[in-house]
DNA sequence: TGACGACGCTACCGATCGGTATCATGATGC
DNA sequence: GCATCATGATACCGATCGGTAGCGTCGTCA
C-alpha cells in the first residue's frame, strides 16, 4: 500500500531495524545518528522525517523490542497451553535459551533506561510498562498453579528472570534453563502444607511430562 | 602526610566523590569531564593529572564501588557471624534495604558496565571480577550451610540478588527483604530428601532466631 | 503532462565531547 | 630565600554530537 517496490523493506523499518541493532549492541547513548545513517543506507533527513528525534527512536526501538518479546513469549505458552506449570517451566526455558545466545547483551529495556536519570524519559516509562506486564503475566501464572501466596512467588520468579537477563553469561556456562527451571519449582512447591503429598499435584492431567527442550532435571 | 589542610578532603578524593555520584545517578556516558569539573570545583587540569582518562576515571569509580560492597558485606556477615543461614538472611535483608534506599539506581556494575560494548573496557572487567566474587561468596555460603547442590543454589540466590539490583523500586513496594528471604528459604530448603522433617536443620544452633532488622515471615 | 510525495545529497548549525598546552599561584621543605 | 610540587585559570584543540535548510531526483497517480 506504500509505493513502488513494496518488496524491500520500508525506510522507517530499515532505520528502526538498524538502529535497534546498533541501540542494542552498543548502547543507546553509544550510537550516534550519523552512524545509523551510515549503517542503513537511509538519508539522515529521513530519519528525522519518520522519527522526529533521537528519543523519538530509541522509544521506537524499546516499544518494538516489548511487541517481540511478548509475541515470542505467547506463542511459546501457546505451544504448551493448558496447564499453567508447563507453561511456566516452558517459559523458562525459552528465557534460558534466549540468555545463552551470542551476542546476548542483557534486557534493552534494563539497559536502556539505565542510560537515562530523568524519569520520565520514554525509555523509562516503556520499561516500568514492560516489567509491570510482566509481573501481571506471572502472577497470572502463578494465580493458576495454585501457589501459596501466588504475587510474592510470581515476584521472586521475575526476580529470577531479570536476575538471568543481567547474568551476562555466567548462567549459560552452567545451564540456564536447568537452574531457572529449578529453582522455579523450589519457590512454587516449597510453600506447600506440611503434612501435603509432596510431589503430584492433584489436578494432575497430563503431569510430568516433558517440555520441549526442557532438561530432565 | 600530602600537604597543607589535612582535614579538606584529598583533590583526587573529591573529584572521584564527585565523579561517583553523577556516573551512579546519570551513567557514565551520559556524564562529561566538564559536569565533573564544575561539580567538584576542581580543576580539569588536576582531573587528567590523577586520572589519565575517563575511562581511568570510570574504572577508579567502579573499583571504588566495588570495594565499599564487599566492606560493607562483610560488616554484614560480621555481625551475626557464625550461622551460615542467618548470615545469608543477615544479607539479604542488607540487599533488601539497599534496593530501597531513596535514590537506587541499580548495580553500579551492571549499569555501567550495560554502557561500553568493547569487552576489554575496564567496565566489563571490573564487572565480571565483582560478579565471580559474588558468586564465590555465596557458593561459599550455601556450601557451609550444607544445602544439596550448593553451587546450583548460589547461582540461584546469586539471580535474585542481581533481579532484586534491577528492579527499579519495584521489589521495595512489596517488601524486599521479606521476597527476598522467602525466596532465599526455599531455595535452601526445597530441595530436602523426600520424607526428611520439614523444618529444623539437624545442626540446630540458635535455629529460628530473627535476625535484626528481619521481618518474621 | 504536471502536481505531489518520498527520498537522497550536501552543507551547515551551535554545542559539547574528551583531552592538552601554557602560565600563574601558593604552600612546603630545606 | 629558594627550589619543588600540587593546583587553578584560561584558552584552545579536532572530533563528534543532535538536528536543520535547501535543492535535486525519481516514481506514482490523475
Same mark, same amino acid.
Given at each position: ?33 550519523? %552512524? ?36 515470542? %513469549? ?19 526455558? %525459552? ?123
Amino acid at each position: 500500500m506504500k509505493s513502488a517496490h513494496a518488496d524491500e523493506l520500508d525506510t522507517a523499518e530499515r532505520l528502526l531495524a538498524t538502529a535497534s541493532r546498533l541501540f542494542y549492541a552498543h548502547g543507546a547513548r553509544a550510537v550516534g545518528v550519523e %552512524w545509523i545513517v551510515a549503517e542503513s543506507g537511509v538519508a539522515k533527513t529521513s530519519l528525522y522525517r519518520h522519527f522526529h528525534t533521537k528519543d523519538d527512536l530509541i522509544a521506537a526501538f524499546l516499544e518494538r523490542e516489548d511487541r517481540e518479546f511478548w509475541t515470542q %513469549w505467547d506463542k511459546v505458552v501457546k505451544a504448551v497451553a493448558g496447564d499453567p506449570r508447563r507453561e511456566l517451566m516452558a517459559l523458562l526455558d %525459552w528465557i534460558g535459551q534466549r540468555v545463552s545466545r551470542d551476542g546476548y547483551r542483557g534486557c534493552p529495556q534494563i539497559n536502556v533506561a539505565a542510560e537515562f536519570s530523568d524519569r520520565d524519559h520514554p525509555a523509562r516509562t516503556i520499561r516500568a510498562r514492560h516489567k509491570a506486564a510482566m509481573f501481571e503475566r506471572l502472577k497470572a501464572l502463578t494465580r493458576r498453579i495454585g501457589t501459596r501466596q501466588p504475587d510474592d512467588a510470581a515476584y521472586q520468579i521475575a526476580l529470577l528472570v531479570d536476575g538471568a537477563f543481567t547474568s551476562d553469561g555466567r548462567l549459560s556456562r552452567v545451564g540456564a534453563t536447568r537452574i531457572l527451571q529449578s529453582a522455579a519449582r523450589a519457590l512454587l512447591g516449597g510453600e506447600r502444607v506440611r503434612g501435603e503429598p509432596s510431589r503430584a499435584r492433584t489436578k494432575s492431567r497430563g503431569r510430568r511430562r516433558r517440555v520441549a527442550g526442557t532438561a530432565p532435571q
